[in-house]
């Protein structure tokens, strides 16, 4: 043989080999990235953002949120509450089968909220707890759930939470099994997340095949991997208003701004001797001029803000005190509520804690130096989330930076952040805020009719809007960025991930 064959041969052979042992790339499988692990995928357990748009892919709900955020049918197909809001009756949708091919039915939701009741490491819902008595199995198709006291939130208060099937509580942290448009495969190393489309969802199977989610969380590689085409899309990834503006800018990406819900504010502490007095709490928001944030620092994605609930909610309140930028008048209220300017000497010092993101940081910056020139001192602290959330949960702080995700999408974010006995940890009432006539307005909410909840809604936003436990600063915009070959996509306002089963690819 002569040695050219030789040569011949041993390249088809490499060639041979390279081919075998290259990975197939699918053609029809979406990358998309996540900016935090995945703590759990056990849907009972929404505990933040990556829970909870896994729950979305993986999971449905008895109902999920509507067009302004009110409960509509899910894996109910219909629903009804009693006059008194104590028994609550959901009949099913037939033919559903969770992703191991067992038929769903009531039991399944029976199983799912039982062991939510008696086990509170399971949920973080104390209304459960408190409020809901039992679930009954009526039928196959037929569920109903029995308060123990007026519950008409119950509707809202369920849309996060995934039924799972009976049985099946041990392998949903790690091997997740529900009805949802994707079926889980793996979880490698906390740094992907692998997902297949299922066949058989009760909507339609998802346009894609697949689906990879790749957990990255650092705002320049989130970035690199847009940039060089290793992921195809980012939703409200938690990027940077200043690398969203450049990434607009590269030609093989799409990127849509629209308004959202997410809401950036101020927690005051009511507690504390200085910010207990409103006259410094309206100073305070007359002296931050958000539109300078939102286009310096946001870049423009952002919205102004007057209400924890977001403008798109029907009980949203238009008509509430407003505070303007107003340095005049900001100084004004300082010196009525006796805290005069003594030369350059600053009146008194205050404290802001935020995370340690660096836009959070710029941020509390841009507060600082407003804040200076009506003669505050304001001190930065940046925490890790845990110690963050840990202060705030024990109220040793006078006033901290977040954004508030999701949960102000329902009136019923009322109660559980200013009710005077949702003091952590029985709710979110951070600001240690505390109003008989508030409360009065909420306990009356629990069994009025809709039409006087909607006027009651109205007046707690305008109490809330005069005495300021919190100060509303603006709703961030929701943000998708992909790559050209991803159509099809619908942005919700609530960011709902389940709209990625309508994308498409084009190869």
């Known amino acids: 043989m002569s040695p050219n064959v030789v040569v011949r041969i041993a390249c088809a052979l490499l060639l041979v080999s390279l081919t075998a042992c290259k990975t197939p790339v699918a053609s029809n499988e979406l990358t998309i990235l996540l900016e935090k692990k995945i703590q759990t995928f056990d849907p009972r357990k929404s505990s933040d953002s990556a829970v909870e748009r896994m729950r979305q892919l993986i999971f449905n709900s008895l109902v999920r949120k509507g ?51 008696s086990r509170p490491d399971l949920t973080k819902r104390a209304s459960f707890q408190q409020d809901l008595a039992t ?139 200085i910010l207990k007095d409103v006259r410094v709490r309206q100073a305070l928001a007359h002296a931050i001029d958000r539109e300078a944030i939102i286009r310096d620092v946001l870049r423009g994605q952002g919205k102004l803000a007057s209400s924890i609930l977001p403008i798109q909610q029907s009980s949203y309140e238009p008509n509430v005190r407003a505070y303007a930028y107003d340095v005049t008048k900001a100084n004004e209220l300082l010196d009525q509520a006796g805290f005069k300017r003594n030369g350059e000497q600053p009146r008194f010092k205050l404290t802001l804690k935020t995370s340690t993101l660096s836009f959070a940081r710029k941020v509390g910056e841009t507060i600082q130096d407003q804040l200076r020139r009506i003669g505050i001192n304001l001190e930065l602290q940046s925490l890790e989330t845990q110690k963050l959330t840990q202060d705030l949960t024990d109220g040793t702080f006078q006033m901290y930076f977040r954004v508030l995700v999701g949960g102000n999408q329902s009136t019923d974010m009322f109660r559980f952040a200013y009710y005077s006995k949702s003091i952590p940890p029985n709710g979110q009432n951070r600001f240690r805020y505390n109003n008989p006539k508030l409360d009065k307005l909420l306990d009356e909410s629990l069994t009025a009719a809709p039409e006087r909840r909607k006027v009651i809604f109205s007046d707690v936003q305008k109490t809330l809007a005069e005495e ?34 309508q994308v498409t690819l084009q190869n």
């Open 67 to 117: 067009e302004n955020f009110e409960p509509v049918p899910d894996l109910a197909e219909s629903f009804t509450a009693s006059p008194d809001y104590k028994t609550f009756t959901f009949k099913l949708r037939q033919g559903i089968k969770f992703h191991d091919g067992k038929p769903f039915s009531s039991l399944d939701v029976k199983y799912t909220f039982d062991t939510m009741m």
């Open 135 to 273: 679930v009954e199995a009526v039928d196959p198709q037929t569920v109903v759930f029995r308060c123990k006291n007026a519950f008409p939130s119950l509707p809202n208060d369920i849309v996060p939470i995934g039924i799972i099937p009976e049985g099946s509580s041990d392998q949903q942290d790690k091997k997740p099994i529900g009805t949802g448009p994707f079926r889980f495969v793996s979880y490698a190393d906390e740094q992907e997340a692998v997902l297949t489309a299922y066949d058989q969802y009760y909507e339609g199977r998802p346009k894609i095949d697949g689906l990879r989610v790749k957990i990255v969380p650092d705002n320049s590689t989130r970035e690199s991997e847009l940039r060089k085409g290793s992921a195809d899309l980012a939703l409200n990834a938690d990027l940077e208003p200043v690398t969203v503006e450049s990434l607009q800018k590269v030609p093989d990406l799409k990127v849509q701004i629209t308004d959202g819900t997410n809401l950036a504010h101020l927690g005051l502490n009511m507690l504390d001797p």
């Open 468 to 501: 300021l436990p919190t100060i509303y600063l603006w709703y961030t915009s929701n943000i998708a960025i992909a790559s050209k070959r991803v159509a099809s996509l619908t942005i919700e306002p609530s960011m709902d991930f389940r709209v990625l089963r």
